[in-house]
């Protein structure tokens, strides 16, 4: 292949990523009452119109909480599973640890299902039920990366600490924990995306009344495809990729994702 | 050196996945020895530090430090130093940040921590690199940090397992006589792992040479090269020839071994030996002597032979010789004669005290 294709398919790539962006950011500033790309006119009412809406700001509201409480609980628990693994005589530790380093692909709709038929019976169907649905979610992306930044550690580190005198606590508070807290970190980051852009999942295990903001914007878009939709998913993703881009310039969290 | 042990293995034993990886070690390390634990790679070694540190419960026997068992001990009560082969310095802390860190696990306040990590860097020579990280150090100077860190803590004992492995030669032998200086300076007891015979007997008060989970031979730099008791050693350490032969006629001052129709042998006379048994000798490859006249000029050169190879090796040549009786030897001379070519005949032999018998 001759090399001059190779930027001309990366600014393809870079298109097909972008192109989406702009077109939301482009349709919420439409003078219209209905969504259109290219936009008709530039206002700001939309965001206005946005905000002062009770459904999406609920829905943001919900989004955010349940992304918060289940990102806690899967670094919690994905932290400890991936130190547990990577021991090297944990319980089924090969099997496990490919469990979670591949590719994971069971389809959310069938974890939605098989959530919807357990929630509905243990009324579960709120809240609560939103944030264990997505622990369950996320937890492999925390066990994922937390995984693989064990995996460049050098057990001797451990043992310098331990043989200068610190107990297994300190060990693990002191040097364990700040070695991989980049991983952490990382998992976390895409565990609260995953999370806070959910629908498959969280449109199962939600009340017209009291749904995350993805699926109040997808019901949206089916039946009153205001361009006030456009502009709150306009803000949901400017704050998105500015959380992104400082945490990647704080903690440069995809090197430890995917080294 | 004070002649008290500080350190004793009673029996030491492991087993990973039913292979024996150390059988029944024994070791006494005096107070303020240096002492070597040589041998090739997978021997154990590793093992038997991690099983000093208390990383690793042996199977069998015990650990005793200033006479007490410590097998119940965890490493952080033991107050032994590492240093590591990567030097396993803690990546996301400073220089003084490392080796403050075994003071302030040991609650000393900072003044004190202070002036203690300023000495420790002194004697390693890098003051003035507190504020930098690990990665910005090169390789001799982590390893210097990760010897700071050890030593500031004043350890009963400090292991080190092949901490100049991975440095180049030249910076290696410099790190190898600041060490020396290091241990001289402190009195600090020391066991040190290494597979570099030289870096053994150079450093070294004493050498465990180790073979396959077992201490072969435990003796001073000299003992070990002069008489080695079993043929691994002799192999080992420097460089050998073997030969085997039959005991023959004791005379008061040697003992004759015949080496088929190739000749004989005198080896000194202490060893013993019972007549008409089989015995493997050796002898180092620089202490062979040989002439291409048609008789033998000494009476030590008692073996004949015809050169097959040579080749040239620097400071010496390596000379190849096939025995009358088949046995092959190679010798390492500095100034082999000008007719020492393949084909040539020669007598050879060694001096008596020269000679070894090894089981
Ligand atoms: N945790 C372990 N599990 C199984 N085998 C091991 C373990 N640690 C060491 N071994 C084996 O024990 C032998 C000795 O290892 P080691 O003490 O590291 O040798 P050395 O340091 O002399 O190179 C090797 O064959 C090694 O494979
Ligand atoms: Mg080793």
Sequence with gaps: MKLSVIPLLAWITYAIIVVPIIMVLGASFTETRFITFPPAGFTLDWYSAAIADRALMGGLWLSTTVAL?????????????????????????????????????????????????AFTQWHLINWYGLVIAHVILTLPYIVRSVLVSLAGQDQSIERAASILGASPFRVFWLITLPLIRPGVLAGATFA???????????????????????????????????????????????????VMLILEQRFSIYRSMFR | MSGATTLSLRKASKV????????????????????????????????TLNIIAGFVRPDEGEVLIGGQCVNDVPPYQRNLGMVFQGHALFPHLT???????????????EATIRARVAQALDLVRLNGFDERFPRQLSGGQQQRVGLARALVIEPRVLLLDEPLSNLDAKLRRAMQSELRAIHTKTGTTMIYVTHD?????????????????????????????????????????????????????????????????????????????????????????????????????????????????????????????ELTDRQTIVVHLSNPPDDAIPGAAVHL????????VLP
């Design chain 1, 69 to 117: 409480a289940s990102v806690l609980i899967s670094v919690c628990l994905g932290t400890a599973a991936a130190l547990y693994l990577s021991r090297p005589r944990a319980f089924l530790r090969g099997l496990l640890s490919s469990f979670f380093l591949a590719p994971l692909n069971v389809p959310s709709v069938m974890t939605a299902f098989a959530l919807l038929l």
């Design chain 1, 192 to 242: 609260f995306l995953i999370s806070f852009n959910n629908v498959p999942v969280s449109v199962f295990i939600s009340t017209p009344g009291s749904a995350p903001l993805p699926v109040v914007l997808f019901n949206r878009m089916q039946w009153l495809a205001e361009p006030s939709v456009a502009a709150a998913a306009a803000l949901t993703i400017v704050a998105t990729i500015t």
């Design chain 2, 16 to 47: 990973y996945a039913g292979a024996t990886i150390l059988q029944s070690i024994d070791l006494d390390v005096q107070e303020g020895e240096f002492i070597s634990l040589l041998g090739p790679s997978g021997c154990g070694k590793t093992t």
């Design chain 2, 95 to 109: 220089c003084f940040d490392n080796v403050a860190f075994g003071l302030r696990m040991r609650n000393l306040d």
């Design chain 2, 197 to 321: 015979q030289e870096e053994a007997l150079t450093l070294s008060d004493r050498v465990a040479v180790m073979n396959a989970g077992r201490i072969e031979q435990l003796d001073t730099p000299e003992g070990i090269y002069r008489h080695p008791r079993t043929r691994f050693v002799a192999d080992f350490i420097g460089s050998s020839a073997f030969l085997r032969g039959e005991v023959g006629e004791k005379r008061s001052d040697s003992i004759l071994v015949r080496i088929g129709e190739a000749g004989y042998v005198a080896v000194p006379h202490y060893h013993q030996i019972a007549q008409g048994s089989a015995v493997h000798l050796g002898i180092r490859s620089d202490q062979i002597r040989i002439d291409t006249g048609a008789t033998a000029s000494s009476p030590e050169l008692s073996l004949q032979g015809r050169i097959v190879d040579r080749a040239f090796a620097g400071s010496v040549s390596h000379i190849t010789i």
């Design chain 2, 349 to 356: 032999g060694g001096a008596v005290a020269n000679w070894m």
